[in-house]
């Protein structure tokens, strides 16, 4: 068993990675912080964990982990996950960074979308922790930055239409849905209940952060630079999102077209899950999954191209790629502890 | 009091229509007609009326139902209610028709959408029942033909701004998500809890009945035809409808010059409301009401116009509208049993 | 038209008042008060009421705003409500008290409850706001205490049969489950939606609140005194209570006999609602409604009767019964603004 | 890999079957049968189940099923599963049957309750696959019958309290409530999103087809007859039970006690998860999992014990519980593909 700890586990996303390092085959949690909950056993606070998990969450530090762990998942804000690289990179132990902070290649966006950088030497040395584009290089790297929950929904469908030339980079739109466990366990007002359940809405209508990453791997695939429209939008549900992706078929490229160029792309490819002339994704079919769902048809009146994408955000979405990052760079099999199928209903 | 009556009341837009005449300061209902539940209460088939409704439901036929009413409204199915309309204006009585049978002016286009059309000589006759555009006409109007619920979201964000030539006609997108109900109150598989619960997906990608619906307003809107790319999403709500609406500004318009258009066409609108900058319309505000939200704004990276429009599919998009409709034919206060506010949470 | 107010308007109870009270025929808001919101208006807060009630929220406290108004609903914590009494009843309104403070008429049993008491002159004088067994005392009553919302579904319930002696004192149990809203319009991390969504469970199982009230009432009807076990539940929905109640027949009282006397009792009760044999009260069909839904049966196993009672929390279990206690001490029809029907769905 | 098979796999509780034999280390599914969607692959009737189980529905009867698997689910109604099992145990396959068709001993009761028996010469062979209990019959039957989702919580819950004399016989209530799953993946009008969203009711209030087996196994456990007072209610959720069970304490037994007894029958049990003093119980964390949840409280007026038991009602409450007692019946661990952990949120 390889020994792996989570600094800031008290998230829906620290609970997430539990969930899944609790079953996995390879992998054994040695220590797990929390300064809110610190001393407290991880099953008090997540009781689906009990009997499974019973280590307290621990005040440890960042460089403190990274002795007993050979992998530190980073699952804090931006800017206090910077601030742990360096010491955990020191005590030897790779880093899967959660958070948005070596997401981006170009300091000035990183800068003008979060905050100031205070840890810019390591952006070069990170590697976009999408697997199924940048597998090679993450196996061999010390600091994985894991994508955006709505970056890996649009990405997956977009990526590979990009640099085959299939879709314009022109005029692309994704309009996408999620669950509100997007927004993180905290105790604010929009998030209580009675805002969100019944309820569906857009928001950060004008920037939500995730754009500017978006836009980075999109560019790099289209070879120029590209400008993405995205609407986020708020589920009454826990997890699961859904990306409705607007694309003009570059050439009179068809649904068919798409198709093949996935299924070539994505051959073997155990999370991608293309579906077949008249399957559409659904949210649920892929929930607590590592999954992502795709489909294309071609809209009758406009031509345009209509890509779905569907994703759990917080699995395939956060910590369910987390753990995938992990397994390919610590030499595990990929699928390691993320076969679970959705439940139905 | 004026008495009205109800064909076909066993669905969702009957039992609301039933809700608000129950309320209603000046009409009274007669009759109501459902095969299925002939001979029960509408109290025993839909609790929620008990003590306020208390009419069993008839096995009358339209022509029986429109001898003590003076206006009938058809909750019945495309088709059903063609075969209706004759025998109701023949009786005396007004109608407001809530299926699609009057709603498209071209014979042709009803056809290939619906279904061959066996009464195609009331189409032109028929009034297309949206107030807001076809006030004055409605109010002289023997038959009316209720909008579409997706429609009326669109219709009312669109029109206006085509009207003044604030946005292109072409590369219009209506990204829209609605409540369950929209589909109907009927026992079928793609309806039951384990299937809508905690779920989210597009559905009728290529091709939902209002397309042509939108498509005739908007173009006469524009003064030239207009293709409308339209996505429908299946919501695990009961009742609400979300458009987000992509337009590319003509001219440059700005969100300010898109407020202002509405402020001027919708000046003294008592269900239009115009959400000011920096507030989004959430379906839960408008659950229960006949109120339409409508917001703007610019989207920074595209120049596009992002316009969001919500409204409750059963109130505005259907029933609500049907008694505004008519009030109008009638004589009566148009605000008339329509004033109630969302409850929060 | 009667000018009322409502001091501590940013809660769910507020919102609630406020809804009923914009569309109530002859209650005018003329203030609304909240620290948190002060000035802003009313419907930025909460996007529901704009349109129908646009007033700021104001900081004044309750001897300013009793001074515009012929009547106060105080709708802020207990302790916070019993400090507002005296200089409100001074200024010469009356008062509608939401909070626990005047409900309990032992002042020892508040105590230990909640805490100590800065205002027990006035507990005598308080008048419990239940009409439908209090009505005379609320027409002349300065000061109403409105009562709990699990305590509502639960007298409505037992106090006729403890009265006519149709259910034994002894052994009474309430199995109630509640939507969250009863919780109230707090950033509390158990309130959340990724924590309600989609679960279910039981709390305060030791001691709620509600339980000295419901004995309170519940000894005074039965003559004797009554201890209760209550257990609450939370339910993932926002409003609503369901009360399961298990009570030995006296002198083998039989299902129909209880439906005499709550026939007898209830005659002319506007807002409760005895359902027939084989139907069951449904929290969704009093949603929004300040209806209480009443039914009974026996189990024919133990010979107990199941008594079930379903309301709305936030309406006739909180701003509904105040409104309605209003309308009493105002001189108004009891129901005046309290028709309302749930929709369906 | 042991073969096995589903008869009847279009409803809930078969899907559930296969959505855990797709991950079982050692089970392998050789075919599943539906007429309704003969032919269809599983994964286009559930696209949960896509790229992990891909083999078509078949037609073939019980029989043909047998031969070619070890042991055989029945996934069907009561009666169809009955006439299925003389033909699969001839066939030399194990049954595991999740119908209630061999849960009664007592023929009498089967048929006041179901139907009359057409099969009732294995009604003795049957073993009642609660594991906790039978585990060792269980290891050698050929036939068990799966226990009911509700019966399963209850009796976790008392069984023990009644063997040790720390619960009185006289007078239990289980007041349960489920999710919508448990009545089944059929088209019927009271099941649709519409009518269960955001709704809460009782149902079955005066006779519920799973009292009897509670009864017969509370019965057996007391030593003396046991008659239940049950009420089951539907929850707006999917999947998951929660049972609020009130006992009269024998002997001034304490909660304390309780633990302690459930701590000495169920240690080392891998599924009973005893939550200690102040937690409770909570459907969510027993999702998509085969764990009962227990916990104990007394009321502090009445003395009464107030015991809380939640399971998922298709795991654990259905096939779940299946394949543990089919992990026992082909000698395998009895937590083999059974220790998935609940999605948090």
Not at 116 to 133: D, Q, R
Not at 165 to 187: T, Y
Not at 192 to 212: L, Q, W
Request: charged share 20%.
């Amino acid at each position: 068993m390889i020994p792996v700890a989570i600094l800031g586990g008290s998230g829906y996303t620290g609970v997430e990675l539990m969930r899944l390092i609790a079953n996995h085959p390879q992998l054994k949690l040695t220590a797990v912080s929390s300064r809110q909950f610190e001393g407290q056993p991880v099953s008090r606070v997540f009781g689906a964990l009990e009997g499974a998990l019973d280590l307290p969450f621990s005040a440890a530090e960042a460089g403190a982990l990274a002795k007993n762990a050979r992998l530190l998942f980073l699952a804090v804000p931006h800017q206090t996950a910077m601030a742990a690289v360096p010491e955990v990179l020191a005590a030897g132990a790779k880093v899967v960074d959660l958070s948005a902070d070596f997401r981006l290649r170009d300091l000035p966006t990183y800068e003008k979308w979060y905050a100031p950088h205070t840890c810019p030497e390591f952006i070069k040395e990170a590697v976009y922790g999408l697997p199924e584009f940048y597998r090679g290089r993450i196996k061999d790297a010390r600091l994985v930055a894991n994508p955006g929950c709505y970056v890996t929904s649009v990405l997956t469908a977009l990526v590979p239409l990009l640099k085959a030339g299939l879709v314009e980079p022109d005029g692309l739109i994704a309009n996408s849905a999620s669950g509100v466990s997007g927004a993180g366990r905290s105790a604010k007002l929009n998030l209580i209940h009675g805002e969100v359940h019944d309820n569906y809405k857009a928001y950060a209508v004008t920037g939500h952060r995730h754009t500017p990453e978006m836009e980075q791997e999109l560019s790099l695939a289209a070879g120029q630079e590209v400008r993405l429209t995205f609407t986020p939008h708020l589920l009454p549900i826990d997890r699961g999102i859904l990306s409705t992706i607007y694309a003009r078929p570059a050439g009179g490229a068809s649904p068919e077209a798409v198709r093949e160029c996935w299924q070539a792309v994505y051959a073997g490819e155990p999370f991608i899950r293309l579906l077949g002339p008249g399957v559409l994704p659904a949210t649920k079919e892929v929930r607590g999954t590592n999954r992502v769902q795709l489909a294309v048809v071609a809209d009758p009146r406009s031509g345009l191209l209509k890509i779905f994408s569907a994703l759990d955000n917080l699995t395939k979405g956060a910590s369910g790629q987390a753990v995938q990052n992990a397994n390919l760079m610590l030499g595990l099999d990929e699928t390691a502890g993320l076969l679970d199928l959705a439940c139905t209903p």
